[in-house]
């Protein structure tokens, strides 16, 4: 045989089988493309008992490289099974919405579905997909099995394993459909990865798994939300969130005012605390993600928070805001918070926390400085069931005040009381005149020539109409030095003849004194509508104070 006819039949067989080839590409795909559709159809549609339908644009095979692409995908509600259903009260917890420009699937083998009715593929990608949840209120109906809607039920007796899901860059909103209690967030940015899932008659019922995946992640990164009439930013650097461990990871969460103190005042027009708080990291264990989307409730077993740093600043010089703050107290604002929730137990350590007030006389700030905060915070709840177990929502933490004095406070809350019933224990020992006058001078226009602190002891209980308690306070050398201000510059000056006889006739320079014994003294004090729990607090702790330090 010549080698032209040689090249010629080999050409020829290429030919051949490329044709063969292209053929069965054809086939295969024009048998596939039009299952795959149906196959999604039958699952959403039986899957939610007609209440969901899946629309794509376009749906392409490759046999050879494994590869099936669906543009222009919708998940979409049936508007007429959505309303009979609503009539009836038989929607779920929560519906969702979704968008994918679309969803590709990679390393698909082929054979395996054709031959072994077996969908096996390395990985699902969905890409510029937008995710809407909405919830909608009623009588809980905790999700139950049903074997008839389980998704192998719907698909066998196919079974389905794919390597791996990725969803990138996602774009995620929520409602929980509560005007009463509006809840509504969105998050441009959100990641989730599912792997190893397989759908087959082992993993029906497979506790281990969530949504057949071995591991289900969901991670977000820079979120950033205004919050509070827009006046602060609520950002959150990333999270993650593990279902099979149920653990969430929050790194560089803050909420800042978006404008300066001097354009934050002037929009507000009025007194109120201007806040700001950063938190580096944040662990949450025993974390139900579906809980709370589903049911509107955040349970968490554990949380810790590292080095939360809380700033907050009061600026007495602008006219009050006029509005009670009655039912405001830390226990009422939790009952009326939008979601169920329970958090037994939250740690804290390396945090620190300063209050700073521009005085309406001195036109000064005065900073109270808390550093080296830690302590644990138990029973965080305002549901009913937990409440009836454990009424008492409890805060204990310790820490350094200016600069170097230890400090302590355990504060209880009573949640079954609607008038805010509390109780306060409160300690600090060890603060010498320097410290302390750095806060005089600006808010009380006073200077401490002299005074070691002891230690100060407080009991106090009360609700929103008032507090009482017990202080007890043993210091030495009282010494103060009352102050005026200029009439033009502002700046503060000496009144020496008033200190001089507020020392020698009003003030008693020791508790205990000499052979006389420990003076101590019940405070009382009648809640100002305006204000708020911490100014009831400190207007107590003042009565107590004042009833021992001065002579008349």
């Given at each position: 045989?010549?080698?032209g006819?040689?090249?010629?039949?080999?050409?020829?067989?290429?030919?051949?089988?490329?044709v063969?080839a292209?053929?069965?590409?054809w086939?295969?795909?024009g048998?596939?493309?039009?299952?795959?559709?149906?196959?999604?159809?039958?699952?959403i549609?039986?899957g939610?008992?007609?209440?969901?339908?899946?629309?794509?644009?376009?749906?392409t095979?490759d046999?050879?490289?494994?590869?099936?692409?669906?543009g222009?995908?919708r998940l979409?509600?049936?508007?007429?099974?959505?309303?009979a259903?609503?009539?009836?009260?038989?929607?779920?917890?929560?519906?969702?919405?979704?968008?994918?420009?679309?969803?590709?699937?990679t390393?698909?083998?082929?054979?395996?579905w054709?031959l072994?009715?077996?969908?096996d593929?390395g990985?699902?990608?969905l890409?510029g997909?937008?995710?809407?949840?909405?919830?909608?209120?009623?009588?809980?109906?905790?999700?139950t099995?049903?074997?008839?809607?389980?998704?192998?039920?719907?698909?066998?007796?196919l079974?389905?394993?794919v390597?791996?899901?990725?969803?990138?860059?996602?774009?995620?909103?929520?409602?929980?459909?509560?005007s009463?209690?509006?809840?509504?967030?969105a998050?441009?940015?959100?990641?989730?990865?599912?792997?190893?899932?397989?759908?087959?008659s082992?993993?029906?019922?497979d506790?281990t798994?969530?949504?057949?995946?071995?591991v289900?992640?969901?991670?977000?990164?820079?979120?950033?939300?205004?919050?509070g009439?827009?006046?602060?930013?609520?950002?959150?650097?990333?999270?993650?969130?593990?279902?099979?461990?149920?653990?969430?990871?929050?790194s560089?969460?803050?909420?800042?005012?978006?404008?300066?103190?001097?354009?934050?005042?002037?929009?507000?027009?009025?007194?109120?605390?201007?806040?700001?708080?950063?938190?580096?990291?944040?662990?949450?264990a025993?974390?139900?993600?579906?809980?709370?989307?589903q049911?509107?409730?955040?349970?968490v077993?554990?949380?810790?928070?590292?080095?939360?740093?809380v700033?907050?600043?009061?600026?007495?010089?602008?006219?009050p805001?006029?509005?009670s703050?009655?039912?405001?107290?830390?226990s009422?604002?939790?009952?009326?918070?939008?979601?169920?929730?329970?958090v037994?137990s939250?740690?804290t350590?390396?945090g620190?926390?300063?209050y700073?007030?521009?005085?309406?006389?001195t036109?000064?700030?005065?900073?109270?400085?808390f550093?080296?905060?830690?302590?644990?915070?138990t029973n965080?709840?305002?549901?009913?069931?937990?409440?009836?177990?454990?009424?008492?929502?409890?805060?204990?933490?310790?820490?350094?005040?200016?600069?170097?004095?230890?400090?302590t406070?355990?504060?209880?809350?009573?949640m079954?009381?609607?008038?805010?019933?509390?109780?306060?224990?409160?300690?600090?020992?060890?603060?010498?005149?320097?410290?302390?006058?750095?806060?005089?001078?600006?808010?009380?226009?006073?200077?401490?020539?002299?005074?070691?602190?002891?230690?100060?002891?407080a009991?106090?209980?009360?609700?929103?109409?008032?507090?009482?308690?017990?202080?007890?306070?043993?210091?030495d050398?009282?010494?103060?030095?009352?102050?005026?201000?200029?009439?033009?510059?502002?700046?503060?000056?000496?009144?020496?003849l008033?200190?001089?006889?507020?020392?020698?006739?009003?003030?008693?320079?020791?508790?205990?004194?000499?052979?006389?014994?420990?003076?101590?003294?019940p405070?009382?004090?009648?809640?100002?509508?305006?204000?708020?729990?911490?100014?009831?607090?400190?207007k107590?702790?003042?009565?107590?104070?004042?009833k021992?330090?001065?002579?008349?």
């Amino acid at each position: 045989m010549t080698t032209g006819k040689r090249l010629y039949i080999t050409l020829s067989v290429l030919v051949f089988v490329a044709v063969l080839a292209l053929l069965f590409q054809w086939g295969v795909r024009g048998y596939l493309q039009p299952r795959i559709g149906a196959l999604l159809q039958q699952i959403i549609v039986r899957g939610s008992d007609s209440l969901y339908r899946f629309d794509q644009a376009s749906c392409t095979v490759d046999v050879w490289t494994g590869t099936v692409a669906l543009g222009e995908c919708r998940l979409s509600l049936d508007s007429a099974r959505y309303e009979a259903r609503r009539v009836s009260g038989a929607l779920p917890p929560l519906t969702v919405e979704m968008r994918f420009k679309e969803i590709r699937v990679t390393g698909l083998k082929v054979w395996t579905w054709l031959l072994h009715k077996r969908v096996d593929c390395g990985r699902l990608t969905l890409v510029g997909a937008e995710v809407s949840l909405y919830r909608h209120p009623g009588p809980v109906r905790r999700a139950t099995p049903n074997p008839t809607n389980d998704l192998y039920a719907l698909i066998r007796p196919l079974s389905v394993r794919v390597g791996e899901v990725l969803l990138g860059d996602v774009r995620v909103s929520y409602d929980n459909g509560d005007s009463a209690r509006p809840f509504r967030w969105a998050f441009e940015r959100c990641d989730l990865r599912l792997r190893d899932i397989l759908v087959d008659s082992t993993t029906v019922s497979d506790s281990t798994r969530i949504a057949y995946a071995r591991v289900f992640t969901v991670g977000m990164k820079k979120v950033s939300l205004l919050v509070g009439k827009q006046l602060y930013r609520l950002t959150l650097g990333a999270l993650v969130y593990d279902f099979e461990d149920r653990e969430a990871k929050l790194s560089d969460f803050s909420l800042r005012p978006v404008l300066d103190a001097a354009a934050f005042y002037k929009k507000v027009g009025h007194q109120e605390d201007r806040y700001a708080v950063r938190i580096g990291e944040t662990r949450l264990a025993g974390l139900n993600i579906s809980e709370l989307l589903q049911y509107n409730s955040l349970h968490v077993d554990s949380a810790w928070l590292d080095g939360p740093e809380v700033d907050i600043f009061h600026d007495r010089t602008l006219p009050p805001s006029g509005r009670s703050k009655l039912g405001n107290f830390p226990s009422q604002l939790l009952l009326r918070v939008p979601l169920d929730i329970l958090v037994r137990s939250i740690r804290t350590e390396g945090g620190r926390i300063r209050y700073g007030e521009k005085d309406a006389r001195t036109k000064e700030v005065g900073t109270l400085a808390f550093d080296e905060v830690r302590g644990r915070v138990t029973n965080v709840t305002n549901v009913a069931d937990a409440i009836r177990a454990d009424p008492w929502w409890q805060i204990d933490l310790r820490g350094v005040f200016l600069g170097h004095s230890p400090i302590t406070g355990l504060f209880k809350f009573d949640m079954r009381n609607p008038s805010g019933r509390f109780s306060v224990d409160a300690s600090l020992q060890s603060l010498d005149a320097p410290a302390l006058d750095s806060v005089m001078r600006p808010l009380a226009k006073a200077s401490m020539r002299s005074f070691h602190l002891d230690r100060l002891d407080a009991h106090i209980t009360g609700d929103e109409g008032g507090a009482k308690g017990d202080v007890r306070l043993r210091y030495d050398h009282l010494r103060v030095e009352l102050l005026k201000t200029g009439p033009d510059s502002g700046s503060l000056s000496k009144k020496p003849l008033l200190s001089f006889l507020v020392n020698r006739i009003a003030v008693r320079e020791d508790n205990p004194s000499g052979t006389k014994p420990e003076r101590t003294a019940p405070a009382v004090s009648t809640r100002d509508p305006q204000k708020s729990f911490f100014n009831l607090i400190w207007k107590t702790l003042y009565d107590g104070v004042r009833k021992i330090v001065l002579k008349v």
